[in-house]
T-cell receptor
Framework: AQSVTQLDSHVSVSEGTPVLLRCNYSSSYSPSLFWYVQHPNKGLQLLLKYTSAATLVKGINGFEAEFKKSETSFHLTKPSAHMSDAAEYFCVVSLKNTGFQKLVFGTGTRLLVSP | NAGVTQTPKFRVLKTGQSMTLLCAQDMNHEYMYWYRQDPGMGLRLIHYSVGEGTTAKGEVPDGYNVSRLKKQNFLLGLESAAPSQTSVYFC???????????FGPGTRLLVL
């Protein structure tokens, strides 16, 4: 079975400081991993995706994530937070080598950015 | 190019009433999905479709039915709404399995 754990339900940062949102996964297979962002009252938007190419994945809006197999982690980072980054972030894992890609969502991390 | 659209945006139902949520995509995607989002639980898959005329059950299908009569549309039906179905419902689509899923803006449903 595969699952994903987001270690923090809320993260608070000041504008201009680094962002770290933590995600651990478990998977019997080589996983595909995603980070999605959800702004208030909006749908989910893909930030970035890992599919076994480069372990450091760059996404939109300056976000990036590093796949670490030894630690089963896929943490999301950004060097400098902006007010517009305030949103909920979901780490998502999917199975490979199956006929259907089922996405398993983490419970989300709410990022709060203060001036 | 509107992407994925959902109607309605918000609805209030009384227990036992029925309704249909409509999802439409203009990206010619084969795969479509319905999720529900509840506080502290992430998104859970209700039903999905791998092509026109096909449907399949996801994690939490009870109390819902779906239809995919046209490739671009995926309908989610509640025959007899219950308060436990109060949630935010998201539709998504993708070109194929393993590809990025694109989400609609959501439908907020309140069942009294």
């Amino acid at each position: 079975a595969q699952s994903v754990t987001q270690l923090d339900s809320h993260v608070s940062v000041s504008e201009g400081t680094p962002v770290l949102l933590r995600c651990n996964y478990s998977s019997s297979y080589s996983p595909s991993l995603f980070w999605y962002v959800q702004h208030p009252n909006k749908g989910l938007q893909l930030l970035l995706k890992y599919t076994s190419a480069a372990t450091l994945v760059k996404g939109i809006n300056g976000f990036e994530a590093e796949f670490k197999k030894s630690e089963t982690s896929f943490h999301l980072t950004k060097p400098s937070a902006h007010m517009s980054d305030a949103a909920e972030y979901f780490c998502v894992v999917s199975l490979k080598n199956t006929g259907f890609q089922k996405l398993v969502f983490g419970t989300g991390t709410r990022l709060l950015v203060s001036p | 190019n509107a992407g994925v659209t959902q109607t309605p945006k918000f609805r209030v139902l009384k227990t036992g009433q029925s309704m249909t949520l409509l999802c439409a995509q203009d990206m010619n995607h084969e795969y479509m999905y319905w999720y529900r989002q509840d506080p502290g639980m992430g998104l859970r898959l209700i039903h999905y479709s791998v092509g026109e005329g096909t449907t399949a059950k996801g994690e939490v299908p009870d109390g819902y039915n779906v239809s995919r009569l046209k490739k671009q549309n995926f309908l989610l039906g509640l025959e007899s709404a219950a308060p436990s179905q109060t949630s935010v419902y998201f539709c998504a689509s993708s070109y194929s399995t393993g590809e990025t899923q694109y989400f609609g803006p959501g439908t907020r449903l309140l069942v009294l």
